[in-house]
């Protein structure tokens, strides 16, 4: 078990107090950053705290030195050139000591590498995306100025394709994680499952849920935006969401930053990394529903 936390609204006073829980009760998990500020505050989501901050660097640093792992969602909220991009990738190297080992694509950034269109492995849904959007989104594409998929492949391991909403990630596909022959600019992908707010997470996490986990041996990377305000009640976290860590903690698993399980996950015998077509259009499939089923 882990949970990959998103950077959209996050500050220091909103995901110190869920950390401090998180922390107590022995729940590593992966945090992505950013390493600059925003420089389009015309997406509310871009909005959130970064390693350029004095204070929330310094509780970033210590979180790494308690074993949760540091993770990127983008240089920062907003599009960045390949020459800030780089310069981020070494500034986050600087300040924690190495690379990221995940990164995870931010919404709107331009900079996201095989987004949008590029994000489909069946050719009708990659038609169908630009009707349904003008952004375009250009991380992988050599002849752009947004171009890093080089740096990518160079130092980052593994990167977040699709969000379900099973709790046993196995139960969707067992090839976890997988290569995409056709987007060799990325080394892996792994799935999550959805807790992107309070009431998804709640949802996700049910008794009946955790129960399920366990009864399958499961495997689950909860993806959510743990410091974008639901998990908070005033000055605080919900205790709602206090209650379900320490039912979760209380309960036989693994608790690891989700490199460290994807890692796992690849030395075991019978690995294969490269994941067929026919499956990679059947997640496809699968995270469509999933998208429509939930909004």
Same mark, same amino acid.
């Given at each position: ?64 030195a308690k074993g949760f792992e540091i993770a990127l969602h983008g240089v920062r909220g907003g599009s960045s050139p390949r020459a800030q991009i780089i310069a981020g990738l070494d500034e986050f190297k600087r300040i924690l000591g190495q690379d ?146 320490? %039912? /979760?903690?209380? @309960? ?11 890692? &796992? *996950?690849? +030395? ?5 990394? %490269? /994941?067929?077509? @026919? ?11 999933? &998208? *429509?089923? +939930?909004?």
């Amino acid at each position: 078990f882990s949970i990959i936390d998103d950077s959209d609204l996050a500050t220091l006073e909103r995901v110190r107090p869920v950390y401090d829980i998180l922390h107590r009760n022995g729940v590593r998990t992966t945090k992505t950053v950013w390493v600059f500020p925003t420089n389009d505050s015309s997406h509310e989501t871009n909005q959130g705290d970064s390693l350029a901050d004095p204070a929330y660097r310094k509780f970033i640093i210590d979180l790494q030195a308690k074993g949760f792992e540091i993770a990127l969602h983008g240089v920062r909220g907003g599009s960045s050139p390949r020459a800030q991009i780089i310069a981020g990738l070494d500034e986050f190297k600087r300040i924690l000591g190495q690379d990221p080992r995940i990164h995870v694509n931010h919404s709107l950034n331009r900079d996201n590498v095989y987004w949008g269109a590029a994000r489909w492995s069946s050719p009708p849904l990659r038609w169908l995306y630009p009707l349904t959007t003008d952004r375009e989104f250009d991380g992988e594409n050599p002849g752009s100025s947004y171009f890093w998929g080089d740096e990518l492949k160079a130092r980052i391991k593994y990167v977040n394709q699709f969000t379900f909403g099973d709790i046993n990630l196995l139960n969707i596909t067992p090839s976890i994680p997988y290569r995409l022959t056709d987007r060799p600019l990325v080394n892996f992908w792994f799935p999550t499952a959805d807790g992107d707010n309070l009431d998804r997470f709640l949802e996700l996490l049910s008794p009946q849920n955790l129960d399920r986990l366990e009864r399958e041996g499961g495997l689950c990377l909860v993806f959510a935006h743990l410091g974008a305000g639901s998990f908070n009640r005033g000055s605080g976290v919900d205790p709602r969401f206090e209650a379900s860590i320490n %039912d /979760l903690a209380s @309960r036989n698993g693994w608790f690891a930053p989700a490199s460290e399980i994807l890692d &796992y *996950l690849q +030395r075991q015998p019978g690995f294969e990394a %490269d /994941l067929s077509f @026919r499956e990679a259009v059947r997640l496809d499939i699968l995270f469509l529903w999933n &998208y *429509l089923h +939930r909004g």
